[in-house]
């Protein structure tokens, strides 16, 4: 990391600490109209108390976006992109880590859910895991996706339009549009509007 991105993280971290705790309307408000011009692009949007967001110039959100109560975006490397009404619920994390997360519009994610956009690779034995970087891959969720609380979606992972993804699911591979899936490692359940 340079010295030039360290000085942006501080930067980025002294602005939450100033902000990121004022409760209720005032403090939903104000961060509304602080972080806002902070974003690559964004329309109006909600943020509640002990939201961290890291790399704000290389994240976009559309129109009425709400980050709920300590959730959390990191793209300080990597990028995420949202699209309009997308609602992030209490303790999620969004970690673009060096891969590129895109989410559709329209997308509720349940509260405690973690998207990853990469991996630590772990291949070589002559060096610490922690020593040999991260393996990226690109995740993408389409329009009107409703995923459960605590589900974990992992990197390379594309979930189609109308998908729902059941509380608790891991999710490895692709998933379908307009499938319910669930279980560890997901797997379809039914097809929505089928009984």
């Known amino acids: 990391m340079t010295l030039t991105e360290r000085f942006i993280l501080q930067g980025e971290?002294?602005?939450?600490?100033?902000?990121?705790?004022?409760?209720?309307?005032?403090?939903?408000?104000?961060?509304?109209?602080?972080?806002?011009?902070?974003?690559a692009a964004s329309g109006p949007f909600r943020s509640g108390t002990g939201v961290v967001v890291q790399g704000f110039a290389n994240i976009s959100m559309g129109q009425g976006c709400g980050l709920?109560?300590?959730?959390?975006?990191?793209?300080?490397?990597?990028?995420?992109?949202?699209?309009d009404?997308?609602?992030?619920?209490?303790?999620?994390s969004i970690n673009a880590n060096d891969a590129e997360i895109g989410i559709g519009s329209r997308v509720a994610i349940g509260p405690m859910t973690l998207i990853q956009g990469a991996n630590h690779a772990f291949d070589r034995l002559d060096l610490p895991i922690v020593?040999?970087?991260?393996?990226?891959?690109?995740?993408f969720i389409a329009d009107n996706v409703w995923i459960g609380a605590h589900v974990v979606i992992l990197p390379g992972v594309h979930i189609g339009a109308g998908a729902v993804i059941a509380a608790g699911a891991v999710v490895s591979r692709d998933v379908a549009p307009?499938?319910?899936?669930?279980?560890?490692?997901a797997r379809v359940l039914r097809r929505r509007g089928q009984k």
């Open 13 to 39: 971290e002294c602005w939450r600490l100033l902000w990121g705790w004022i409760p209720g309307g005032p403090g939903t408000l104000l961060r509304s109209l602080l972080y806002r011009p902070l974003f």
């Open 68 to 83: 709920n109560r300590h959730s959390s975006l990191y793209a300080s490397r990597g990028k995420i992109s949202m699209g």
């Open 85 to 92: 009404n997308v609602f992030l619920g209490d303790f999620s």
């Open 131 to 139: 020593e040999q970087g991260h393996q990226p891959a690109q995740v």
């Open 178 to 185: 307009d499938v319910v899936v669930g279980g560890i490692p």
